[in-house]
Every structure is written in C-alpha cells, then in structure tokens.
C-alpha cells in the first residue's frame, strides 16, 4: 500500500464516521435523570459494587465506592428498579425519575461485615493519589465476544494491546505507558498473576478470562499495589465472579470470521440456607487466527466455593485453562507484506495475492505448537467482627507445566549435545533438519495476610507476604537428520532448576483531617532471593553454572487528595519502587554460548558459582499529578505524571530464538505525557466517552554495544551506537479512544474509534523500523429478542472489528542481520453471539 505522510482514503473514512457520529449525538434529546444511593439498612454505610438495573431495558451499572448511582438517560414515566448484591436481598421499586435522590437500604442476606469481594491494593475515587481506570461487569458485557481480556483493556487511557495471531485470540501482550506487561503487576483477586522467573503475564493459560470477572481496574504508573511483582507501569487488578443471590444458568454461544467459535455455560447455586453458594462455569473458544498457521484451542473452567457465617466469609476458587496454539511470534519484513516479488523470505516470494502475502507465518511445520495447562488454587478468609476491623488471609498455589515443540534448519551439533560422525569422509557436525521440544514445570505457593483498622475515613493496613516457586527447565531432541549413530530420540540438552523466594512487609495509613482532604502514606520493604541449580549441561565454555542472588528492596509512597469525589478532585503523589532483573537476565542456562563471566561480576570456574549480576535493578521516581470532575451527566479526568529512572532495563530491539526481547539497562531514561478521559451522557440513551494519552518515553543517557558478526571469528570488534535522547522502541508516541453508545429499550449500538501514533521497534528512531499511525473503527449492535419470542434473558449481539477494512500492523522487531519485522493485524472480521441466562 502507499505510504506517507498525506491524508490516506481510509483516515478520510474514519474522521467522516467519527464526525456522523458526533453530528448523531448533537441532534438527540434530553433524557430522564435517575440518581441514588445504596446503603446498608441496619448500619447506613454505603454499599459498593451492587448491580442497578432498570427492568425491561439494557440500561445497568455497578454502584460507586460511595454507594451512588446515576442514570441520565432513564426512560420516562414508570420504570422498575432492581438492585442486587450478593451479601443483600434484592431490591425491587417500581417509581418515577424526580429532582431528589433514591435511597436504596438493602436488608443483609447474612449479619452484616461481610466483604464478600477482595478489595485490598485498589484505589478508591477522590481519595486515593493514583491515575486509575475501573471496568465494571457492565461495560466487559458490553465489549467481550471472545478476544483476550488485554484486547478488551485496551478500551482504557495508556493501554495497548497486541497478538501473535492478529485477531486477539490466543497469545496477546499488554502495555502500559511504554511498559510492557512484565513491568505491570496483576493480581487476581489480590493474587499475584506474574510469572515469579520471568515477570511475564501468560494471558493464553486463563483462556476467556474475561468471562469470570465481576470488574477490573488499571492503575497507572507505580499505584498502590504493595506486594506482588513490583509495579513499574502499573497495576491490574482482578476481582472474578462472586455468586449471586438468585439461581442462575447462563449460556453464550457465537461465530466469526477465520473460525473463530465460543461457547460457555455457567451455573450460580444462590445462597443455599443463607450461608452457602457454588458458582461454575466451563467454555472453549477455537480460532483459526488471522495469519496462517496461527489456530488456537482453549479451554477454560472456574469453580468458586463460599461460605458465610456471623464475621467471616471464606471462598475457595479453581480456575485455570488447557491451552494448544500454533506459534507465530514471528514477523515478516515489509517488503514481503508489499508482495514485492524480487524479495525472498524464509526461502519464498510473495505470492502476488495480498491478502496471502500479509498473513503469512514463517513457522510452517504443522507442529510448531505450543501446549500447557496451569491450574489456580486460592483460599480467601476474611474476617470482619466489626465495622472498624477487617483481617483478609489468603493462601495459593499455581500449578503449571506444558512444553512448546520447534523446527530449526541447520542445527549445530553442539548446541544440543550431539556426537558428529562421518559420512562419506566427512564430518557431520551440523543438522539439515531438527525438532525438539522444551518444557518448563512449575509450582508456584503463597500466603498473603492483611489487617485493616478503620476509625471514620482514617484508616491503617499492614500486612505480609510470603512465596515460593519451584521450576524445572528441560529441554528435548525428538528428531535429527541426519541422526548420529547414538542419537536416541527424547535425549535432553539442557536441564535445570530455577526457583525464587519472596517476602514482603508493608504498612499504609489514610488520613482525613479534614473531610475535603486525604493523605496516603505507604511503605513496602521486600527481600527476592533466585536461585539456579542443577544445571545439567555444560556451555561451549564447559560451564555449569549456579546461583542465589538476592536483593532487598525499599518503596516508600505519599500522596495528597484534595476536593470533593462527587465534584473536583486534584491530588499528587511522589513514589519510588525498584524491580530486579529477572532469572534470564541474570544469566540463560538455555544460551550454550553464554559465558558466565560476561553476566556476573564475580565467577568462579571451579565451582561454578556467580556473584553480583551485572544487569542491574531499574530504580523509579514517579511523579503524579491529576484533577477529576464529577456530576451526574459528566466525569473527567487528567494526569501529568513524569517518571525518571536509573538503570531501567529497556528492549534493545530484537527478539531471541524463543521470541523473547533481548533487553538491557540504560541508565538514565524518563517516561512522562499526559492523559486525559471523559464520560459524557448527552442525550436520552445517548453516551460519550473518549481518552486520549500523549507520551514521551527517551533515553537520557543509553549507549548500545552491538557486535560486528561480519568479523566472526578470533576477533569481533564491539560497534557503540550512542541513543541518548533517542525514543524508547515499543509504544506509540499517542493513543486515543472514542466510543458513542445509543442505548433502547430492547437494542444497544456503539460505536468505537481507536487510534495509535507512529510506534518505533528499535531504538534507532527510523522510520523504516517503525509502524506507521493507523486507525480503525469497530461497531458493535445488540438487541433483545423478548418482543420476538416474549421470554426474557436472551440476547442476540453482532461484533464487527475494523469496519473499514484498514491494514496495519501492531508490532515488530529487528531480526539478527538488523532486517524490521511486523507483525500484521486482522483486517475487517466479524463475531456474532447469542447469550441466554434463566
């Protein structure tokens, strides 16, 4: 396609749908307004997270922190409200919008303190310093069809999103303001998600996730999280599916474009003799994936046990997922995706046929496919004797093992611990052809314990946390050709163990010395200590290598709220927080040509023991600042923040033979823009809302050390390419979305405009290594099909992403000789779903 710098048709096409969209949302009327607030009948305290429902329409939302709710666009005349919360006998009033307030008092299903979600490390409106984002059931409904939860995220101000296979189902990372999702903390239900080796979040082991939960919230920049992977970005907090006092059975079911197939179906027990509730629910979703050879086969199950009793309520969760998907971390470079037929890739030409040429995969071979299962085991207690007191303990275990089978073409013999022989006079040191498979098998413990005392709007937490992870690393030779004569197939050429101890102490206070101000004060002290043992096979150096590293780290944090949560609101806040590198970085016993010296300070060939790493601990000064507005009809927000690091560990632009990024430390580098979000109702079922993030992420001082391979051999000279005040590679320099909703009584329209600045994959700064801005527009329609049938509870939605059909790509990479690679997004695709619930 042509490129450059003018006004391409398809940027035409989307302002103008944009301005019809606005023009629509001019030109309707004014709605009703219905305002409330939900407290508890026996004590007056407001009540969080209660579903409101106006019946007979598709209008609901989840309660503020403070209990209130707002609906601008109610219809006219009688309407019935419904209010559930699990810990509550519903509510049902049939009434009429007026000027004054509704107040909701729910009767408690069981005596009251029951907790029955998990709040600890979440921000709460007009009080807490943090730039935040919550996504309530509502609004996940209102955008889930089968993607993965990152994609749907992406809807919020600083997050994108990107897949392997183009369409969002199956392997998909997370950003958040240039960090990717290693440097964000997620906790599921105040379990940490991370993967303790690798910070990574593996999103493709809880397939259909997204299904599960009762709400998130992103938090940006270092938060409030204060135990878990240390949060650098940001933090994701999770909270699954609580049972609801009613009997349930849901059912969703749809189809799509490029195969794309969902089914689930859950069940909700209810409160069994006002103690008791089981809720369960199983699914799949099958994809074949936008590039070929991309498929994906997920299953995914979530069983959540509660009791309930006078001050404590106790819940056991099971969830996890079995996940199989082709691998296609692999790029390809422009020029093959512009069908340029004199350009040969992976062996091959373009085809001619564009479509073709944009998805192809280079991993070809049938098994190059990845398999793993990782059930999650969580034990949640909570007690509550009082208003004043609440004490959680939680306790987990994370269980994973899976393997990813690869072809790789001329292998070297010893690298995978291979005999050379000869064959007709001569030495065969080298593979035409070898498949091998790498496992990994993990067992991952925790507790966590939190105690909270309350006194008015004052508050005091401390807590501890403490876990453990076991893994073994292996790897396997399954074929070679040629075979040497004792080449046994399975054989193994590396073999370790990794494993990783944590313990945390933090302490935050909350103080309200006057009812228009708040000041947060925190500080978390951790100890990590890795370990690597065992390593079974030696390097091209003849090393075997070990260690226990540990580091010790500090993050006090304090802020400052001042105004009123129901109309403005400005706060700061200052944090420092430090993450270490991870178990790889330290040093990769899977690398044969990894010298032991080059990545510990200390080394002692004898033993075989490495001291003081030499990648170094990223350390984090953040600096926020933010100013809210809220009123019944409008919220909005924005946020200056500026973050100045030492050390921090940044993408260095290519990806190694696993897909992962090669990364180092620079040593002086900032982070800094500003975000600004805004919800609007306009008009009688008519809604707005749109965010926009600007971002600045360079070097200040980085210089890369790049080795010359065109002199391999006993002499390889070092290239040092200066980057300082260059743009850190892996984030647009802006994002922005833009959503009008029309809500009816029986159907809902909206529409989605999403659009990304221009995103560098190196830190060169060149064009050519980089993805030009691009925008799409998705639609989405849904319709209730009880005037049809006359049964209530069954929903009939249509889905269309990139309704204009651009072509784009959403991320790349260098491959070794320096050549960009892209990763190419879906063009237009369809999902269209059915949902019933009894």
Same mark, same amino acid.
């Given at each position: 396609?042509?490129?450059?710098?003018?006004?391409?048709?398809?940027?035409?096409? %989307?302002?103008?749908?944009?301005?019809?969209?606005?023009?629509?949302?001019?030109?309707?009327? #004014?709605?009703?307004?219905? %305002?409330?607030?939900?407290?508890?009948?026996? *004590?007056?305290?407001?009540?969080?997270?209660?579903?409101?429902?106006?019946?007979?329409? %598709?209008?609901?939302?989840?309660?503020?922190?403070?209990?209130?709710?707002?609906?601008?666009?109610?219809?006219?005349? $009688?309407? #019935?409200?419904?209010?559930?919360?699990?810990?509550?006998?519903?509510?049902?009033?049939?009434?009429?919008?007026?000027?004054?307030?509704?107040?909701?008092?729910?009767?408690?299903?069981?005596?009251?303190?029951? @907790?029955?979600?998990?709040?600890?490390?979440?921000?709460?409106?007009?009080?807490?310093?943090?730039?935040?984002?919550?996504?309530?059931?509502?609004?996940?409904?209102?955008?889930?069809?089968?993607?993965?939860?990152?994609?749907?995220?992406?809807? =919020?101000?600083?997050?994108?999103?990107?897949?392997?296979?183009?369409?969002?189902?199956?392997?998909?990372?997370?950003?958040?303001?240039?960090?990717?999702?290693?440097?964000?903390?997620?906790?599921?239900?105040?379990?940490?998600?991370?993967?303790?080796?690798?910070?990574?979040?593996?999103?493709?082991?809880?397939?259909?996730?997204?299904?599960?939960?009762?709400?998130?919230?992103?938090?940006?920049?270092?938060?409030?999280?204060?135990? !878990?992977?240390?949060?650098?970005?940001?933090?994701?907090?999770?909270?699954?599916?609580?049972?609801?006092?009613?009997?349930?059975?849901?059912?969703?079911?749809?189809?799509?474009?490029?195969?794309?197939?969902?089914?689930?179906?859950?069940?909700?027990?209810?409160?069994?003799?006002?103690?008791?509730?089981?809720?369960?629910?199983?699914?799949?979703?099958?994809?074949? !994936?936008?590039?070929?050879?991309?498929?994906?086969? $997920?299953?995914?199950?979530?069983?959540?046990?509660?009791?309930?009793?006078?001050?404590?309520?106790?819940?056991?969760?099971?969830?996890?997922?079995?996940? &199989?998907?082709?691998?296609?971390?692999?790029?390809?470079?422009?020029?093959?995706?512009?069908?340029?037929?004199?350009?040969?890739?992976?062996?091959?030409?373009?085809?001619?046929?564009?479509?073709?040429?944009?998805?192809?995969?280079?991993?070809?071979?049938?098994?190059?496919?990845?398999?793993?299962?990782?059930?999650?085991?969580?034990?949640?207690?909570?007690? +509550?004797?009082?208003?004043?007191?609440?004490?959680?303990?939680?306790?987990?275990?994370?269980?994973?093992?899976?393997?990813?089978?690869?072809?790789?073409?001329?292998?070297?013999?010893?690298?995978?611990?291979?005999?050379?022989?000869?064959?007709?006079?001569? *030495?065969?040191?080298?593979?035409?052809? /070898?498949?091998?498979?790498?496992?990994?098998?993990?067992?991952?413990?925790?507790?966590?314990?939190?105690?909270?005392?309350?006194?008015?709007?004052?508050?005091?937490?401390?807590?501890?946390?403490?876990?453990?992870?076991?893994?073994?690393?292996?790897?396997?030779?399954?074929?070679?050709?040629?075979?040497?004569?004792?080449?046994?197939?399975?054989?193994?050429?590396?073999?370790?163990?990794?494993? &990783?101890?944590?313990?945390?102490?933090?302490?935050?206070?909350?103080?309200?010395?006057?009812?228009?101000?708040?000041?947060?004060?925190?500080?978390?002290?951790?100890?990590?200590?890795?370990? $690597?043992?065992?390593?079974?096979?030696? =390097?091209?150096?003849?090393?075997?290598?070990?260690?226990?590293? %540990?580091?010790?780290?500090?993050?006090?944090?304090?802020?400052?709220?001042?105004?009123?949560?129901?109309?403005?609101?400005?706060?700061?806040?200052?944090?420092?927080?430090?993450?270490?590198?991870?178990?790889?970085?330290?040093?990769?016993?899977?690398?044969?040509?990894?010298?032991?010296?080059?990545?510990?300070?200390?080394?002692?060939?004898?033993?075989?023991?490495?001291?003081?790493?030499?990648?170094?601990?990223?350390?984090?000064?953040?600096?926020?600042?933010?100013?809210?507005?809220?009123?019944?009809?409008?919220?909005?927000?924005?946020?200056?923040?500026?973050?100045?690091?030492?050390?921090?560990?940044?993408?260095?632009?290519?990806?190694?033979? @696993?897909?992962?990024?090669?990364?180092?430390?620079?040593?002086?580098?900032?982070?800094?823009?500003?975000?600004?979000?805004?919800?609007?109702?306009?008009?009688?079922? /008519?809604?707005?809302?749109?965010?926009?993030?600007?971002?600045?992420?360079?070097?200040?001082?980085?210089?890369?050390?790049?080795?010359?391979?065109?002199?391999?051999?006993?002499?390889?000279?070092?290239?040092?390419?200066?980057?300082?005040?260059?743009?850190?590679?892996?984030?647009?320099? +802006?994002?922005?979305?833009?959503?009008?909703?029309?809500?009816?009584?029986?159907? !809902?329209?909206?529409?989605? /405009?999403?659009?990304?600045?221009?995103?560098?994959?190196?830190?060169?700064?060149?064009?050519?290594?980089?993805?030009?801005?691009?925008?799409?527009?998705?639609?989405?329609?849904?319709?209730?099909?009880?005037?049809?049938?006359?049964?209530?509870?069954?929903?009939?939605?249509?889905?269309?992403?990139?309704?204009?059909?651009?072509?784009?790509?959403?991320?790349?990479?260098?491959?070794?000789?320096?050549?960009?690679?892209?990763?190419?997004?879906?063009?237009?695709?369809?999902?269209?779903? $059915?949902?019933?619930?009894?």
């Amino acid at each position: 396609m042509p490129r450059g710098t003018s006004l391409h048709p398809h940027r035409r096409r %989307t302002l103008l749908v944009g301005a019809i969209l606005w023009t629509t949302a001019a030109a309707s009327l #004014e709605a009703a307004e219905l %305002t409330g607030r939900i407290v508890d009948a026996q *004590t007056g305290q407001p009540v969080a997270a209660a579903t409101v429902r106006i019946e007979g329409t %598709t209008l609901a939302q989840a309660a503020q922190d403070d209990g209130t709710f707002t609906f601008t666009n109610a219809p006219d005349g $009688l309407l #019935e409200l419904i209010v559930r919360h699990v810990a509550y006998h519903p509510w049902r009033r049939r009434l009429t919008p007026i000027g004054q307030p509704e107040i909701v008092r729910l009767e408690p299903l069981v005596l009251r303190g029951q @907790d029955v979600v998990v709040t600890a490390t979440r921000a709460v409106r007009g009080q807490s310093p943090v730039a935040f984002e919550n996504v309530t059931r509502q609004e996940i409904d209102r955008a889930h069809y089968a993607q993965d939860l990152p994609v749907l995220l992406a809807l =919020s101000p600083g997050v994108y999103t990107s897949s392997d296979n183009g369409n969002g189902i199956g392997y998909s990372y997370l950003s958040i303001r240039g960090f990717p999702q290693r440097r964000v903390s997620v906790l599921v239900n105040g379990v940490p998600l991370n993967d303790p080796e690798s910070h990574e979040v593996y999103w493709i082991d809880l397939p259909d996730l997204a299904e599960n939960l009762q709400d998130a919230q992103i938090q940006r920049g270092v938060g409030t999280t204060l135990y !878990g992977s240390n949060s650098i970005g940001g933090t994701i907090n999770l909270l699954t599916q609580y049972t609801a006092p009613d009997r349930q059975i849901a059912v969703s079911s749809g189809a799509g474009t490029y195969n794309t197939r969902r089914f689930s179906a859950a069940v909700n027990s209810g409160l069994l003799n006002n103690r008791h509730s089981i809720y369960a629910r199983v699914s799949r979703v099958l994809s074949d !994936g936008y590039r070929k050879n991309s498929w994906t086969d $997920l299953w995914s199950y979530f069983v959540s046990a509660a009791r309930y009793d006078t001050q404590w309520t106790n819940h056991l969760n099971l969830f996890g997922g079995f996940e &199989k998907t082709h691998l296609a971390y692999k790029g390809i470079p422009r020029r093959f995706i512009d069908g340029d037929a004199t350009f040969t890739f992976n062996g091959r030409h373009p085809t001619g046929d564009p479509d073709a040429d944009r998805r192809y995969n280079p991993f070809e071979w049938k098994g190059e496919q990845d398999h793993f299962d990782q059930p999650h085991f969580q034990w949640i207690s909570e007690y +509550h004797p009082d208003s004043n007191w609440h004490w959680v303990n939680t306790a987990y275990f994370i269980r994973g093992k899976g393997y990813y089978d690869q072809l790789r073409k001329n292998g070297d013999f010893a690298v995978y611990h291979l005999t050379p022989f000869s064959q007709n006079g001569e *030495t065969v040191e080298t593979a035409d052809t /070898l498949t091998r498979r790498r496992w990994v098998d993990n067992n991952f413990w925790g507790a966590i314990s939190k105690l909270t005392r309350k006194s008015g709007r004052n508050s005091l937490t401390a807590g501890i946390e403490w876990s453990s992870l076991g893994a073994r690393h292996w790897a396997q030779v399954r074929s070679v050709a040629p075979a040497p004569p004792d080449f046994r197939p399975g054989q193994r050429y590396y073999d370790y163990q990794g494993g &990783k101890s944590v313990a945390t102490a933090f302490v935050e206070e909350v103080l309200a010395p006057a009812p228009w101000i708040t000041l947060t004060s925190a500080v978390q002290g951790s100890v990590k200590q890795y370990r $690597l043992s065992d390593d079974r096979f030696p =390097s091209a150096l003849g090393q075997l290598v070990k260690h226990t590293t %540990t580091y010790s780290m500090l993050s006090p944090r304090f802020g400052v709220t001042v105004g009123d949560p129901h109309g403005w609101s400005v706060f700061t806040s200052i944090s420092h927080n430090s993450q270490e590198p991870t178990n790889d970085e330290i040093f990769d016993p899977q690398d044969y040509w990894a010298d032991a010296r080059a990545f510990f300070r200390e080394f002692d060939p004898g033993t075989g023991e490495g001291r003081q790493p030499l990648m170094k601990t990223e350390r984090i000064l953040d600096w926020e600042w933010g100013l809210a507005y809220r009123s019944g009809r409008l919220q909005a927000q924005a946020n200056l923040f500026h973050m100045a690091f030492e050390n921090e560990i940044v993408y260095n632009g290519q990806l190694n033979d @696993d897909g992962v990024p090669i990364r180092a430390n620079a040593p002086k580098s900032v982070h800094q823009g500003i975000e600004v979000s805004v919800t609007a109702d306009i008009a009688r079922g /008519l809604s707005a809302s749109g965010n926009l993030s600007v971002n600045d992420n360079r070097f200040v001082e980085f210089a890369e050390y790049v080795p010359d391979w065109s002199h391999w051999g006993d002499y390889l000279p070092i290239d040092t390419i200066v980057r300082s005040g260059r743009i850190i590679a892996g984030f647009p320099t +802006h994002l922005a979305n833009l959503r009008l909703s029309y809500d009816h009584r029986y159907f !809902g329209l909206t529409g989605h /405009l999403f659009s990304a600045g221009r995103f560098y994959i190196d830190n060169a700064q060149s064009r050519a290594a980089s993805i030009d801005p691009y925008e799409t527009i998705d639609f989405r329609g849904e319709v209730k099909l009880e005037p049809l049938i006359g049964w209530a509870g069954i929903d009939l939605f249509l889905q269309v992403n990139n309704l204009l059909d651009r072509e784009y790509e959403t991320s790349g990479y260098l491959d070794d000789d320096g050549t960009p690679l892209f990763i190419p997004a879906a063009k237009r695709n369809v999902y269209v779903g $059915l949902r019933v619930q009894l």
